[in-house]
């Protein structure tokens, strides 16, 4: 017969075996925890050490005779790198080093083996005369050229420290006449900046084709509205930027042709916006009055606060809308903790989203939607404090 007793005995049997079962479970994760970092901790081997060493030497020398080869000087060997492998767990080095080096004030790396002894490297020693003849044949072809930007390089790096130094490098000797031929060696892509360009007067058979192969080289002309405009494309991010509220058109060049892209923008109250495939009057805006901040998720833990005018907006076609909000109009305007909320109406129901914004210096905040014709939506932005809670 089952009695108190016994099922008192098997409740607390059951409990001291989930309880065990838990002790275990986590005495399980922290061993494996403790292997994880034994494993990050211990890094090379002695032996494996004493192969790098190698290694790095191995590569100066042959980083040193792969320049004197191809440019015929000495040059000095300031320090080396070796490239390693990151994976889940710690990192496995190769042979591979980058050197870096420098010749009568000039400072250029080297990217070569070590394992054995060769001079098949490769090097941005030239990188700016290769600059400069790209820009001397976008000049020749449509004259206003301010700058000019490459990202060509035949070497793959592993993803680690050297990736970013690794950048415009090539084995070819440039010499003088050859810059076409150098850069569509390897996947590339570029930029020409201008300001107030006018596109069509690029030829037909445009000569900037010859540097897009199927090595997936890519050219792009940007005309930007002013000189300002220009200032801010090249001053934000690592390649000039051109969004539509700073470029009024881009030239694109690949290896399945030609597209010119005009971007007319449309201003309403303070901000401006483009309609991606359409035109400004597509869409309409108004002022209008939002709904209670505590719409929005978030408000069990944070206070929200109205960061801004709210504007309704409808469209004849469905499309995309760029939003550039002038980010001095936006209140406590600070990295993450401001929203751009959108409230969309459709058959009746109301749907509230919102979604962190990153803090930039830059004169507007670029946010884009989708909008369908038969939608009611406005948009606006709000400040999310979290709630001081005891």
């Known amino acids: 017969m089952l009695t108190f007793r016994n099922m008192y005995d098997i409740i607390n049997l059951t409990i001291h075996s989930g309880v065990m079962m838990i002790k275990r479970t986590w005495l399980a994760l922290l061993s494996c925890a403790g292997l994880l970092y034994m494993l990050c901790a211990c890094g090379d081997s002695a032996e494996q050490k004493r192969l790098n060493e190698q290694h790095i030497a191995t590569a100066k020398k042959n980083a040193q005779n792969y320049i004197i080869e191809k440019y015929g000087f000495t040059p000095e060997i300031k320090d080396a790198v070796l490239e390693r492998e990151y994976l889940w767990i710690g990192s496995s080095p190769l042979t591979t080093v980058f050197v ?3 010749h009568e004030g000039k400072s250029f790396g080297v990217y070569i083996d070590g394992g054995t002894a060769n001079t098949d490297g490769y090097d941005n020693y030239q990188a700016e005369e290769i600059q400069e003849a790209l820009r ?25 420290s050297i990736e970013d130094e690794c950048i415009n490098m090539h084995h070819q000797y440039f010499d003088g006449t050859n810059v076409a031929e150098i850069l569509s060696a390897a996947p590339s892509k570029f930029r020409a900046c201008y300001v107030n360009a006018d596109f069509s007067a690029i030829p037909a058979d445009c000569p900037l084709n010859a540097y897009c192969n199927d090595n997936y080289g890519s050219f792009t002309l940007i005309s930007y509205r002013s000189e300002e405009d220009l200032q801010i494309g090249l001053k934000h991010g690592s390649e000039p930027f051109h969004s539509p509220v700073y470029a009024d058109a881009c030239y694109y060049i690949s290896s399945e042709g ?12 303070d901000f401006y916006y483009y309609i991606e495939d359409g035109k400004p009057s597509d869409v309409t805006f108004r002022k209008t009055t939002p709904d209670a901040p ?93 709630k001081n809670t005891p």
Request: proline share 2%; charged share 30%.
């Open 258 to 269: 030609t597209q010119l892209q005009e971007y007319e923008i449309g201003k309403y109250d």
């Open 136 to 160: 001397a044949e976008c000049e020749a072809m449509l004259p206003g050229v301010r700058h000019i930007f490459i990202d060509s390089n035949e070497v793959d790096t592993a993803y680690d």
């Open 294 to 386: 505590d719409n929005w998720s978030g408000s069990d833990q944070y206070e929200i606060f109205i960061a801004s005018d709210a504007y309704a907006v409808s469209t004849k076609n469905d499309c995309t809308i760029q939003i550039y909000y002038p980010t001095n109009l936006i209140r406590n305007y600070d990295g993450y903790t401001t929203n751009f909320a959108l409230c969309r109406k459709k058959d009746g129901e109301m749907k509230y989203t919102s979604s962190g914004i990153s803090d930039t210096d830059a004169p507007y905040q670029e946010e884009d939607f989708y909008l369908s014709a038969d939608e009611e939506c406005y948009f606006l932005f709000l400040d999310f404090q979290r």
């Open 100 to 102: 870096r080096m420098e």
